[in-house]
Every structure is written in structure tokens, then in C-alpha cells.
């Protein structure tokens, strides 16, 4: 009975795909999740009766479309909506917002400085000749630069040409932009320091950097290489919350015949003679299969659920390596109203954009000094929405729900593991934060989810509550990710695949690593692919 | 002494100083001589006020004919191809009309208020075809245009927002249904129809009441995320609903100069309207033969490979062309590239593949794309709560 033809574990947006993909190459499959519901990082749960929390990622722009439409997740009930516009505080009662209008922003970035809103026009061109190198990567699988295999040769010949392309000033820009600081790669455009810092912040997300560490500056296009409906660095909310694209995922899967096994808790993967075999839970029950694709980020993939004993050493080193450092918490909140904010009317769009409250790089920068000490912000940078201004089934009417990303906080306090009192601690600076420019803000609390990423370790799975199952640097991007030599989605072992965000092209709910591991899987097995390709922007 | 005159080129609609305090962009567009905002400030999320709250749009300058008298029924079942025997009071029936050569004047929807009691709102103005088409019936036809004004309230949260507003028992109506309702001691007639494909109704009142309607109801709607929208936000989602638009998708008969460009009802995927078992219509004869003989074009949406809107774009079969585009849009809430397109036929069956000549260009250079589509079977937007009794609340 327990017999697939393959297995994923982890039924998170990356695990979905890859099994729907699988499925629909006529393959029986199913999708192991440890936890009583699925969606992994990409989920809503009514926390508060009445309230819907996506209570891990909470915004999508990166989900690629051609995997949104081929797999019809529309008529399997996935709706983004996209929202517009942002704002950051300042200390002086002043504000940025970040309009999406391209004239308005000019003349609000003109307030600040009319240099700066100038300079937008050529930071905005060369930021989108990098999203414009990177995007046609997403949907592939990154090219081996130590094989001679032709498919790799004619891959990396083709990146290569690209970048090329560019010509030798441009070239050496984007050898900068790749490896530098977003605080460095900003500091080349403007002047101000709430446009700057307003910016920044995309480059420190989810990320055990600071705004001058170099790395951070890629970072910043990770968050930009996204599109809703074409709109290039647009982002939106998945109507009803993340938890809509794990569901509308789980509906296609389905719909091609999979199956979703939930509270089945993986203890270790079964491996004979060299070979996956299947899985074996920790209540003792196996599934066999010939494919097991892990969905766990790759420490725990190779870690936790991999005896050593199967793998090669330098796996288990690189495992051991591997940068994931946690960086982030989250508090999601329900509000009995809309709170007021000092210098905003309240029935601006502007409520409805992401909010911030560090206005310089200085202040970014001395919250991520908070982190290398060990313990939580002080002064931390927040990326705050309220996404019942534009999703009304989040929350119930008049009411709203609040998203609050929070950054910095270690994966451990001072070397020793996070406390209750620690986590009130951590709580209280972002409520603070948030006082600070929100008077009634306090009053209108009626339940507060905070997470650290003890939390968000033990609940979902996240090693470190590493949003990104990775760091996203340099070296552990492309060719590099998770580990130089083993980018293609295969295993040391044979018939084991991983299809996480720890593998290209890395987190941020894209669903392009359970495509791209699918379609490497497929080949393997000699099926015809049912993977689409990406869409050219040109 | 030099005087000037205030009177300008365009009329504006009861809404208008509402409309204006709240179109930001100064967007404006001319809709049958009327101002009327192409966008109020931002055509997105306006698009997206339609699919996920509500979205409310001033469509005031409809043209409205009011046609009453014992002989109503039939001057309609003869004006019209489909039959208005068959439509019961407070229900609407979307209709096309057609000359006697069976191409197509004009589409409208024809609302049932009474026995002998009927409103033809039409894109269109009609008051020459009506009037022609009276001989021999006792009725009598009226222009209302002026007389009423109109919003679409379109959305998921739409009944919620219109319950709240005093539409008591809102839920219970069915899909072209019509209700009455009193706003502010005036009568309120609510249909639940619109040119969106999602849940929605279109509220009608007498110009007096429109200010006080759309403050009322923007303040019912606060909580549910209402919005206005414009014709942009409007035309990207009657796309996406599969809905045909005169002069864009069609040339109405009467203004077509030159041969061969008017459309019939059946080369517009339209046979559904067209009641043959009716004993005379304008237009019968000539349809029963287009239908004997086959028609000249076939009405196809198009699925598009990609991601560039295939807009003007010409349709292949092989290297021979054999259609031209006539609506194109990516689509954001269904997420595909879809193109309405006239097919010569046999070309156009639905499952047919075909390929859409693209042009699109970026910073100044243009890229000739051949893109692989597919005639698909209706549009891909059709949500449930469109049809769901009681309606959903969100």
C-alpha cells in the first residue's frame, strides 16, 4: 500500500510543485508533511478567531507566473493581489513614501532632494540590468562550470555571453553589484539617508547581514527580481494569505493524483545499496519509493534525516557549513481597527504599502551590531504591512491584521537558547518601534503572535528560522547553492533529490526549485518533461 | 468687453464632483460626449478593487430607452434575436440586434420592469433604429439617458457593501435579477449584472439621488475596501470575462462603410442569443441562411503562449494569415495571455492551434515574436460567487 513511484518530504510550496510536476508526469506520488496541516513557510492559520495569520512569509512577487498558469492555480483558487507603495518614518515626524507612480515618487524623493530624485532614473536603470541577468536563471537549472557535459558547456557558454554583453564598464559593475554592500551600491546614487535606508532594507531581509557586509547588495535584487503581472519588483498578497498558493498547489497536485500524507514526521531516508528506497517515519511506518525528494533545508536534508553513514564526506562537510544563519522574527497581530499614524492620513494608500522605521543606514546598520552581539535589535528594522487593506478576508471588517517582519534577532541569545523572558524582550522593542510613531497603536491589540526563531525553527522546520533555507550570498548562489558540485538538484545518493529554497534559485516562496528539481528528476527517469520553461523578458 | 462662455466640449455625468475628488490622475476620456476618468489612480489596483473588494464605476453615460405599451413584448422579440418572451419581470437579458442583412447594430441588455414595461440599455445610440423599428406596434419609445444615472458596484465584497447601503436581502438575488429599493425616500432599482464576469450589481437612481449614493455607499464601503474604477480597470476585466465591446470587437452595421465589415451574431459566438424558433426577427432570414450556408468568420479566444499581449496582432494557420486580433490582455487574476480573435473560417475551432503574429517593443527596438496559441472554449474567468445564491459575503 505504502508503495510510490516517488516521495517528497515536506509539503511546503517547493514540495508541492515538485510533486505536482511529478504527478503530472504520470508518476504516483506523495508529499510527506511532519505538521497536522501543509504549506511549510507559506501558510495562513486563523490564530486569533476571526483573524488569518500568514504567519511565516507574507508577501509574493517571486512565485513564478509560468509555474502559476501552467499548473492553473488560479482555477485552484490562487489570487495575488498586488499592493502599492511603502513608507519610512523618521525620527523628525517626517516620512518617505515610496510611490509606485513614477512622477509622484519623483516629487516626493524632490522634498528630500531633488538630486536623489534624479539619480532614481539611473539607479533604476542600472538596478534593472541586473533583475534583467538573473531572471532568465530562475527556471533553469544552473550550469556546472567543472563539467564538460554539452548541455552545461552550452549553458555556461550562454551566461557567459551575457554578461559579455555587457561591455567591460558595465561588466565590472556588476562584478561590484554581485559581491558588494547594498549600503556601498546605494551610497553611488543618493544622498539622503531615509531614501537610502528606505531602500536598504530589501537588502538585509531574511539575511545575517548588515547594510555595509558585502553580499547584501544581490540580496537587495533578490527582492526586485519578482513580478506581478509583468510589474517587474511588484509584490502582492495572495488572497486569504501564503496559505492560498500551498493550497491552490496542493489542489493541483492533487487534481494530477498525488497524494498528501500530513502529520507523517520523517525520521531517516531509506537507502540500500547505494540507492533511496523510500522513507521511514518516526512511528515506524515506511513508504517505498525509488524517488525521495527532500524539501528540508539542506542541513537537515543531509543532517538530520540522511544517515552519514550513506553519504560522502564532503556532503556532510559542506552540510556542515552551510550558512544559515538565523536573522529574522515575526509578530502577527490583530488589531481591533486601523491604527493612526503620525503624518499620514489614515484613508491614504500608503496605509495599504509596507511600513518602515529605521530612516538611515547608520541606524540599520547598529541594529545588525545588536545581532553580532548576540541578542535581538534594539532599534530594529521592521517590514510592516496591514494586509487587510487590501485582502478583506483576512481579517474581520473595521478590524485588521498586521504583519510585522522584525530584524535582527540570533538564533541564539548570548550563545544559549532563546527564553520566554527573551522573547518578551524581543516583542517589546518591535511594539515600542512601532509606538513610537503609532500613538494608539498599543490600545488596538487584541492578540499578539510573536515568533523568534526558536519559534520558527521548531515549527516549521526552518534550520535557525533562516527564512531562506540559506544565506543568499555569493557563495551559495547558482552553481554554488547549497553546495558547490551539487547544484543540480541531485543527491549523492541515487534516486534522492532536493527541491528546497536551499537549492537555486533560492527562497522567497518562487516555487522554482520544486520545478526546476522536477524537470532534473523527470530527465533522469527518462520521462517527457512537464516543466515549463521561463518566460523571456525580451 | 470680451465675455467668455463656460459651456465645454464634454457633458458631465450627476457623479462628476464626486468622480473628480476622487480621480488623482486626472485621467480623463470622452464617453459618448460625457468626461468620464480612464483611471483614478492606478489602473491595477483598480483592476484589482473589481476582483478581490469592489469596484464601483460611474456608467451614467449609457444610453437608456424606456419602451412600454401592450405591444412592448413583440416590438422587442422582433427587434432583438433572442426571446423576450421568455424573460420574466425584474429579470435582464443581455441581447444583440441586428439589421435584416443579420449584422449586427449593437448589444445592450434589456431589463424586464413590467408586463408591458421595458429598458434596452445599449453602448450605442439607438433612438433612430427604435424609432424605425415601431411601425406597425403600438408602443412607446422614450429616451432616458439623461433621466437616470447608473454605478457598477463589482466585486466580491459588492453585495455586503449594497446590503449595508439598505439592500435588505441583496444575497437572495439571483444573476440578472432586478430588486427595488427606496434611497433616501427615492426609488432604487438594483440589478445584478455588470461587465465584469465577477459577482456584481449595477445600482440605477435619479440623478438628484447620485451624489448623496455615491457618498453613502463609498461610506458603507469603507470597511470592504471599496474603490472607483476607470475604463482602463473596466477593459481589463471584460477581457478577462470573455465580454465583447462595439467598435472594438465589432463594427455596429449602420456606421460600417465598407463591405464586408459588419459582423453577424453567429460570427461572433453569439448563436446562444439567437432564437430561431421565433417566427420573425430582423435579421432571421439572413441568419438562417448564413447558418445553412456557414458563416465567413468564427469569434475565438485565444491562449497564448508567453507573456508579451498580443495586441493588433495578426493570427497564422501555417504561414497563411487567417485572423486579426480584435481585444488582447494579459489577464492578472486567471495569469494568461489571452486575445479574442476573427477567425476566416474553417479556421478557429475550439482545441485549434494557431500562431499570433506579436510586435512589441522595448526601449525603441521591436521584436517580431511568433507566438503558439490555442482557441480555448469560453474564458478562463469564471468564478463561482459570478453564480452562487445567496452571494458570498467576500
Known amino acids: ?538 | 468687453m470680451i465675455t467668455s462662455s463656460r459651456e465645454t466640449m464634454l457633458l458631465t455625468t450627476p457623479f462628476h464632483s464626486r468622480v473628480e475628488a476622487m480621480c488623482h490622475l486626472n485621467d480623463w476620456g470622452n464617453w459618448m460626449g460625457y468626461t468620464t476618468p480612464n483611471a483614478y489612480f492606478d489602473v491595477e489596483l483598480e483592476y484589482f478593487a473589481i476582483r478581490s473588494t469592489t469596484g464601483v464605476f460611474d456608467l451614467s453615460p449609457m444610453n437608456k430607452y424606456r419602451i412600454t405599451g401592450p405591444d412592448a413584448e413583440a416590438y422587442l422579440n422582433r427587434m432583438v434575436t433572442r426571446n423576450v418572451s421568455k424573460l420574466g419581470v425584474n429579470r435582464v437579458g443581455y441581447a444583440v440586434w441586428c439589421n435584416d442583412a443579420g449584422s449586427i447594430l449593437d448589444d445592450g441588455t434589456i431589463f424586464r420592469l413590467g408586463e408591458q414595461d421595458f429598458r434596452l440599455c445599449s453602448y450605442q445610440r439607438a433612438d433612430d433604429w427604435l424609432y424605425w423599428c415601431t411601425l406597425g406596434f403600438d408602443v412607446t419609445i422614450t429616451n432616458e439617458s439623461e433621466d437616470i444615472a447608473g454605478l457598477a458596484v463589482q466585486g466580491p465584497t459588492s453585495c455586503t457593501v449594497l446590503t449595508l447601503l439598505g439592500c435588505t436581502g441583496l444575497d437572495q438575488l439571483k444573476p440578472f435579477g432586478i430588486a427595488h429599493f427606496t434611497f433616501e425616500g427615492a426609488p432604487m432599482m438594483v440589478s445584478r449584472t455588470g461587465f465584469t464576469g465577477d459577482l456584481g450589481y449595477e445600482v440605477w437612481v435619479a440623478p438628484e439621488q447620485a451624489e448623496a449614493l455615491w457618498d453613502q455607499l463609498f461610506e458603507c464601503g469603507r470597511d470592504y475596501l471599496i474603490k472607483p474604477i476607470g475604463g482602463y480597470a473596466l477593459d481589463l476585466a471584460r477581457i478577462e470575462a470573455g465580454f465583447l465591446q462595439a467598435h472594438v470587437d465589432f463594427i455596429p452595421a449602420e456606421e460600417a462603410v465598407r463591405p464586408g465589415r459588419t459582423r453577424s451574431p453567429l460570427e461572433l459566438g453569439l448563436e446562444w442569443l439567437v432564437d430561431f424558433s421565433k417566427p420573425l426577427f430582423n435579421g432571421r432570414a439572413a441568419l438562417l441562411e448564413e447558418k445553412a450556408r456557414g458563416s465567413r468568420y468564427r469569434f475565438a479566444i485565444l491562449d497564448i503562449e508567453g507573456n508579451k499581449p498580443a495586441e493588433h496582432s495578426f493570427i497564422l494557420k501555417g504561414n497563411k494569415v487567417v485572423g486579426t486580433v480584435t481585444s488582447a490582455a494579459w489577464c492578472p487574476t486567471v495569469k494568461s495571455n489571452l486575445a479574442y480573435a476573427l477567425i476566416e473560417a474553417p479556421h478557429g475551432k475550439v482545441g485549434d492551434q494557431l500562431t499570433a503574429e506579436i510586435y512589441y517593443q522595448r526601449e525603441l527596438h521591436w521584436t517580431r515574436l511568433m507566438a503558439p496559441c490555442r482557441v480555448i472554449d469560453g474564458p478562463l474567468f469564471n468564478p463561482k460567487r459570478r453564480r452562487q445564491t445567496p452571494a458570498p459575503p467576500f
Open chain 1, 1 to 538: 500500500m505504502n508503495q510510490y513511484d516517488a516521495i517528497v518530504i515536506g509539503a511546503g510550496h517547493n514540495g508541492l510543485t515538485n510533486g505536482a510536476y511529478l504527478a503530472k508526469a504520470g508518476l504516483k506520488v506523495a508529499v510527506l508533511e511532519r505538521n497536522p496541516y501543509i504549506g511549510g513557510a507559506t501558510v495562513s492559520r486563523e490564530l486569533h478567531k476571526g483573524w488569518y495569520y500568514s504567519n511565516c512569509s507574507y508577501v509574493s512577487s517571486l512565485l513564478r507566473p509560468e509555474i502559476t498558469r501552467d499548473l492553473e492555480l488560479p482555477r485552484h483558487g490562487l489570487q495575488v493581489v498586488p499592493f502599492g507603495g511603502g513608507t519610512t518614518f523618521m525620527r523628525n515626524g517626517d516620512h518617505f513614501h515610496n510611490f509606485d507612480d513614477h512622477d509622484r515618487l519623483h516629487r516626493e524623493m524632490s522634498r528630500h532632494s531633488k538630486r536623489d530624485a534624479n539619480a532614481y532614473d539611473r539607479y533604476a536603470a542600472d538596478t534593472s540590468l541586473q533583475t534583467k541577468l538573473i531572471r532568465p536563471y530562475l527556471m533553469r537549472t544552473p550550469p556546472d562550470p567543472t563539467s564538460m557535459k554539452p548541455r552545461d558547456l552550452a549553458d555556461l557558454l550562454e551566461f557567459a555571453r551575457s554578461f559579455m554583453a555587457l561591455g567591460e564598464e558595465k561588466l565590472l559593475d556588476t562584478i561590484k553589484f554581485w559581491t558588494g554592500s547594498v549600503g556601498d551600491y546605494l551610497d553611488g546614487y543618493f544622498e539622503t539617508d531615509v531614501i537610502k535606508a528606505h531602500i536598504a532594507g530589501s537588502g538585509i531581509i531574511g539575511t545575517a547581514l548588515g547594510v555595509y557586509s558585502p553580499g547584501t547588495a544581490y540580496v537587495l535584487l533578490h527582492h526586485y527580481m519578482g513580478d506581478v503581472d509583468g510589474n517587474v519588483g511588484a509584490w502582492g498578497f495572495a488572497r486569504g494569505g501564503m496559505g492560498a498558493i500551498a493550497e491552490s498547489l496542493s489542489k493541483a497536485f492533487q487534481s494530477y493524483g498525488g497524494e498528501i500524507i500530513c502529520d507523517a514526521n520523517v525520521d531517516e531516508i531509506i537507502v540500500r545499496d547505494g540507492r533511496a528506497k523510500g522513507v521511514a517515519l518516526k512511528d515506524g511506518t515506511e513508504y517505498q519509493a525509488d524517488i525521495v525528494v527532500s524539501n528540508l533545508d539542506p542541513k537537515r536534508t543531509f543532517l538530520d534525516i540522511t544517515n552519514p553513514k550513506d553519504l560522502p564526506e564532503d556532503v556532510l562537510k559542506k552540510a556542515q557549513n552551510f550558512k544559515i544563519r538565523g536573522s529574522s522574527g515575526k509578530l502577527n497581530i490583530a488589531l481591533d481597527g486601523l491604527p493612526t499614524f503620525t503624518g499620514i492620513d489614515p484613508r491614504s494608500r500608503m496605509m495599504g504599502g509596507e511600513m518602515h522605521f529605521s530612516d538611515s543606514l547608520e541606524r540599520q546598520e547598529r541594529a545588525y551590531d545588536d545581532w553580532k552581539n548576540g541578542t535581538w535589535s534594539k532599534d530594529p528594522y521592521l517590514d510592516m504591512l496591514i494586509p487587510s487593506m487590501t485582502d478583506p478576508t483576512m481579517a474581520p471588517p473595521g478590524k485588521h491584521m498586521m504583519s510585522v517582519f522584525v530584524q535582527y534577532a540570533p538564533p541564539k541569545v548570548e550563545g544559549r537558547d532563546w527564553t520566554d523572558e527573551d522573547k518578551d524582550g524581543f516583542e517589546k522593542s518591535v511594539l515600542d518601534q512601532i509606538s513610537n510613531y503609532s500613538p494608539d497603536f498599543r490600545d488596538l491589540i487584541l492578540h499578539c503572535e510573536t515568533r523568534t526563531p526558536r519559534e520558527i525553527e521548531a515549527e516549521v522546520g526552518l534550520t535557525e528560522g533562516n527564512i531562506f533555507m540559506g544565506e543568499l550570498t555569493f557563495d551559495q548562489l547558482l552553481f554554488n547553492r547549497p553546495f558547490p558540485g551539487y547544484s543540480q538538484y541531485r543527491a549523492p545518493i541515487k534516486g534522492m533529490y532536493m527541491c528546497s529554497s536551499g537549492t537555486h534559485p533560492g527562497g522567497g516562496v518562487m516555487a522554482a526549485p520544486g520545478a526546476n528539481a522536477a524537470r532534473e528528476i523527470l530527465s533522469d527517469l527518462k520521462r517527457p518533461n512537464t516543466v515549463p520553461g521561463g518566460y523571456a523578458d525580451d
